[in-house]
């Protein structure tokens, strides 16, 4: 249950937080791939918490 | 009249028809076994299947999205990318119910959980009407997509035919069974292959748009800075509350659509393949995602003023070939959607609608029956697809079309989350709150949509915005009314016992405790009859051998236990196949319970087995406790002691290892029977053990498998707070000691047989002391002849007596241990005589001829009445194993510093059981009552103290049977001093 409540506190605070990736249409400070970024590595920490809960299950 | 057709039109029919011959070829192959079976069921081909998200919305909506709402069409990505990363507290339990009661659709799981029907059909409708605005816009790209390519109307006309063969391939490829739950492993692999086809398109043209359009990432950077930047920030920016419900309705959709439902829980292989997915998802939507804005800006490099948005792909470039891509990447996404939503939404209406209207009758045909009702739906699924396109779809744009048929199917976000968090939330709070949901979507969305009305004004609340889009104001307002009157009337409403009982199976957290009931029907045989009076007789009879097989249970099986699993096995089954209300209502009216007198009892072997089936599911402090569980059940299990423990509905709960090598009967065959049910002589010893009050029932005998066992039975009820009854009962197995036990009693007698024997030898030594002297006065008060001849044999016989009492007497106190051995000359010849002796005061065996051959000059170091004793003890045993007219020789010899002596017999020779432990302790063969087991033992004893040892041979070499024991025993030398006199007391 450890790895959902990181999980869940993620996702939560992601959606509240997630409307400031729009700002970066109309940004051009902003590097336009920024939003993909920030995914990525959401995705990288999702694959390594599944990781983790492989090896738990061992 | 010849009419040409432009060559636009046949170059894209050709495009399309051809992607569609490359996909059935797919199929083909995948059928035909071509595609290695490691690859179509590799995780990743689940994962491209989930993919299918990504419908014609994707390679066109999001375009258009992000040229009105900027970064704001991530949302379509990201509320499906946050579903599956919570997959492990969302879709997992999902998936445990879908698997455990083979539910393949939302509706089945509301039918299920609700225990309505009518809650099943609802979710249906709901399900229906919000598909088909999505389905419209799989038809509205292509046929728009085709109109702009061929510079026609053709669109429309080509859009039904491309509807036709998708049609054909879903019915061929996805309905070839009437079964609809089951993973479809050739769908699944076509379906992933389209979302190859599709993803690579959008990289293509992502790569079109950066490379050839820009010139490289550079470019883009510096039109964006420079030309592009007005561009943009021209571009509307959503609000920051609209793409929070952007985020929730897309989330809803990415596993309650109906194809996406279908896939993630119908089709997915495990657990694993489903965690895997939570990650890999999110990636294939990514790079989804990542070319929408590339595409869009390099059209608006290339043209400021671009009408239709959706389609910006045809205007990067002048080159055909880019149109090709991205038609090719339209085709694949809204032919994989149609696909799926076709097959899932028929099952749902064939289940829900149809069967529920016209429950299945007994037919012959069952099966042929549901599969081209199957059949015949998907094509209409399709078919009413492009119908609504050309009704409605062509008048309206893809975001409000999309967005129409996303907020209908958020309304079943409120049941879905309280069907799995909530166990309290009921039916009434459930329909109800769904009714007023979608009223409120019907109303304020749905219908001006269909019928092309004036939106209607909405009423202030504190949630909605009078300046925001209707589709915004109508989601919070019916979301709203949905959670709050599913909240309210379930708070104040009553929820059914099997409601109930259905919520706990469903909830991620219930404690399950299931009751058990006998069933009317008494084998599994009778099963089939009973259920041939709803399915006909072919369809009944394999359906149980079905559920049959899966359980590994024969048709014989009368166990409770089984026969309950069995029930549950069919109805899933049926489930399966004509949904879950059909499958309740036939097997609760053909395969009911009996409500009888019998105690209700919590169904712990069930329970159990479902601990077992998902103990790798378990974390944290359920897992440990799920550890110290198997714990105490081994602990149990591998007892050294028979254990079994009894429901107070007499059914069998535990039956251990040690117990199921008593009675030969295995745990596996027995537990979940009745007592009663059980082999001879169980009940009648079991039924003794629990009425015996209120001691333990001891040494009952009983005989097992053609032996003679003596059991002694403990009982004790299980009673107090936390127990659910039942009694545990302890049977030890006192054969061996009740054996024994004569065996002492017998020795005792032997020994008290013995004592007597020798104080009666020692009561005759005077006796036959006078009468020696009285014939030696005979001897010289006579000179008569034959009176001296007389005194002579009186004086003959009494010596004789005296040395066989005094064999006797030195026999009754050889077995005194505290003695040390003496170094005595002992001749083995002269022992072998005593021991001859005294074998034949005994009145058995007096047909076995016995020959001493001991020569005279073999003398040995040691005890000599001990020595007697070992060849009484062997020559006894060896006259035993002898039949009628046996022999039995005793030889010796010399060889290098010890002597040898030998009993061979031709008698039956030595059991191969007992020949490894001849030599222990009540080892015998005899009969009880006739051998203490102790002669051997006493024998090697003995040996041993002479610094000898005993060889065994049996048969003997050269002979085909009987037996030779050879003692080994150091020889006396002139040196050996004796220790000790040697004992005289006779």
């Known amino acids: ?41 959401l995705i990288a920490l999702t694959l390594w918490l599944e990781q983790k809960r492989k090896l738990d299950e061992r | 009249m010849n009419v040409e057709m432009p060559v636009e039109i046949v170059g894209v029919l050709l495009l399309g028809l051809g992607y569609l011959a490359l996909l059935f070829g797919c199929g083909f192959a995948v059928e035909r076994g071509w595609v290695p079976v490691r690859i179509t069921r590799h995780p990743i081909v689940y994962t491209l299947a989930l993919g299918v998200y990504a419908s014609a919305w994707a390679i066109y909506g999001s375009v258009e999205m992000a040229a009105h709402a900027g970064f704001g069409y991530l949302a379509y990505y990201l509320g499906a990318a946050g579903a599956f990363l919570l997959a ?106 389209e979302s190859i086809v599709k993803l690579l398109a959008m990289l293509g043209l992502g790569a079109v748009a950066l490379w050839m359009v820009f010139d490289g990432p550079g470019d883009l950077q510096l039109w964006l800075e420079g030309p592009g930047a007005l561009l943009q920030q021209q571009t509307p920016k959503l609000d920051p509350a609209q793409w929070r419900t952007l985020l929730l309705l897309f989330f809803a959709a990415a596993f309650m659509m109906p194809h996406l439902f279908h896939i993630s829980f119908s089709e997915s292989l495990s657990r694993h393949t489903l965690l895997q997915a939570s990650w890999a998802l999110p990636l294939f939507l990514l790079l989804m995602a990542l070319p929408v804005p590339l595409i869009w800006w390099a059209a608006q490099s290339v043209n400021t003023d671009i009408p239709i948005a959706a389609y910006a792909a045809y205007l990067m470039t002048e080159h055909w070939w880019v149109g090709a891509l991205a038609f090719i990447g339209g085709l694949a996404a809204a032919s994989g959607t149609m696909i799926m939503i076709a097959l899932a939404l028929s099952g749902m209406i064939l289940n829900h609608i149809v069967l529920v209207a016209r429950p299945p009758e007994a037919r012959s045909d069952l099966y042929g029956w549901l599969l081209w009702l199957r059949r015949g739906l998907v094509v209409a699924v399709i078919i009413g697809g492009w119908l609504f396109y050309q009704w409605v779809g062509r008048h309206h744009g893809l975001i409000g079309l999309g967005l129409a048929a996303f907020v209908g199917m958020a309304q079943c976000l409120p049941g879905m989350l309280a069907l799995l968090y909530w166990p309290g939330a009921n039916r009434k709070g459930m329909v109800i709150g769904l009714i007023a949901g979608v009223g409120v979507w019907l109303w304020g969305l749905w219908l001006p949509l269909m019928l092309s009305l004036p939106v209607p004004t909405l009423p202030v609340t504190p949630l909605t915005d009078p300046g925001a889009p209707v589709w915004y104001n109508v989601t919070l307002l019916s979301l709203a009314v949905n959670i709050l009157l599913l909240i309210v009337i379930s708070l104040f409403t009553r929820i059914s016992e099997g409601e109930q009982t259905a919520a706990e199976a469903c909830s991620v957290d219930a404690v399950i405790r299931s009751k058990r009931f006998p069933l009317e029907a008494a084998t599994a045989s009778d099963f089939s009859t009973h259920l041939a009076h709803a399915l ?127 009675s030969g009967i295995s745990g596996e065959s027995v537990i979940g029977s009745r007592r009663d049910s059980l082999p001879a002589p169980w009940p009648r010893l079991l039924g003794s053990a629990l009425e015996a009050t209120p001691g333990p029932l001891y040494k009952q005998a009983v005989a097992l498998h053609g032996r003679d066992y003596f059991l002694t039975l403990h009982k004790a009820i299980l009673s107090g707070n936390d127990s659910r009854g039942g009694s545990v009962i302890l049977i030890e197995d006192h054969t061996e000691m009740k054996w024994l036990e004569d065996e002492l009693v017998h020795a005792a007698r032997l020994a008290s047989i013995g004592q007597l024997a020798a104080g009666v030898a020692h009561e005759i030594g005077n006796p036959i002391t006078g009468i020696s002297s009285l014939a030696q006065n005979l001897r010289y008060d006579t000179n008569d002849p034959a009176l001296l001849e007389t005194a002579d044999q009186i004086q003959q016989l009494t010596q004789r007596v005296t040395k066989i009492v005094n064999s006797l007497v030195g026999f009754a106190h050889g077995g005194r241990q505290s003695v040390p051995i003496p170094a005595s000359p002992v001749a083995l010849a002269s022992i072998s005589e005593d021991a001859l002796h005294l074998i034949h005061l005994a009145r058995s065996g007096e047909d076995v001829i016995l020959t001493n051959e001991t020569p005279d000059d073999v003398v040995v170091r040691g005890d000599a009445q001990r020595l007697t004793q070992v060849m009484v003890n062997l020559l006894s045993n060896a006259r035993d194993a002898c039949d009628q007219g046996g022999e039995v020789h005793i030889t010796a010899g010399c060889q290098g510093q010890l002597a040898w002596w030998r009993i061979v017999d031709n008698g039956q020779g030595i059991d191969p059981r007992v020949r490894d432990h001849l030599f222990e302790p009540f080892t015998t063969t005899k009969p009880a009552g006739e051998g203490t087991g102790l002669g051997l033992s006493l024998a090697y004893q003995i040996i041993n103290e002479h610094q000898g040892k005993i060889d065994v041979a049996s048969p003997p070499p050269g002979q085909p049977r009987g037996t030779a024991i050879t003692l080994w025993l150091p020889l006396y030398q002139q040196d050996d001093q004796p220790t000790h006199a040697q004992d005289s007391d006779c």
Do not use: K
């Not at chain 1, 605070?13 to 995914?39: H, K, Q, T």
């Not at chain 2, 309950?564 to 009216?589: E, F, H, K, T, W």
């Not at chain 2, 059914?651 to 090598?661: I, V, Y």
């Open chain 1, 1 to 41: 249950m450890y790895v959902y409540r990181i999980m869940l506190f993620l996702v939560f605070g992601g959606y509240l937080l997630s409307p400031l990736l729009m700002n970066g249409w109309s940004d051009p400070e902003a590097a336009w791939y920024r939003p993909f970024v920030i995914w990525g590595g």
């Open chain 2, 88 to 193: 492990p507290v969302l879709l997992v339990p999902i998936q445990r119910i879908t698997r455990t009661y083979q539910l393949s659709s939302l509706a089945d799981l509301f039918a299920f959980r609700f225990r309505s029907r009518w809650a099943g059909t609802l979710v249906t409708l709901v399900s229906l009407l919000a598909v088909l605005p999505l389905l419209g816009i799989q038809v509205q790209t292509l046929s728009e997509a085709i109109n702009i390519v061929t510079a026609s109307q053709a669109g429309g006309s080509i859009a039904l035919l491309f509807c036709a063969v998708i049609a054909a391939f879903a019915v061929i490829f996805g309905a070839r069974h009437s079964q609809s739950h089951g993973r479809h492993d050739t769908l699944l692999s076509a379906i992933a292959f």
């Open chain 2, 536 to 662: 006909g007789d072919e369809a009944a009879s394999r359906e149980v051998n079905r559920a049959l097989q899966a359980l590994n249970l024969t048709p014989q099986e009368r166990r409770p236990y089984a026969l309950r699993r069995l029930r549950d096995r069919i109805q899933a089954n049926l489930s399966g196949l004509m949904g879950p209300s059909v499958a309740r209502d036939i097997v609760d009216r053909y395969l009911p319970y009996r409500h009888d007198d019998t105690p209700e009892t919590d169904d712990i072997h069930f329970v159990e087995s479902r601990l077992e089936a998902y103990r790798s599911r378990l974390t944290g402090l359920a897992r440990e406790l799920d550890g110290l569980r198997r714990h105490h059940r081994q602990t149990l299990a591998y007892l050294p002691v028979g254990l079994c423990v009894l429901g107070d509905d007499d059914e069998l709960l535990m039956w251990n290892q040690a117990l199921s090598q008593l």
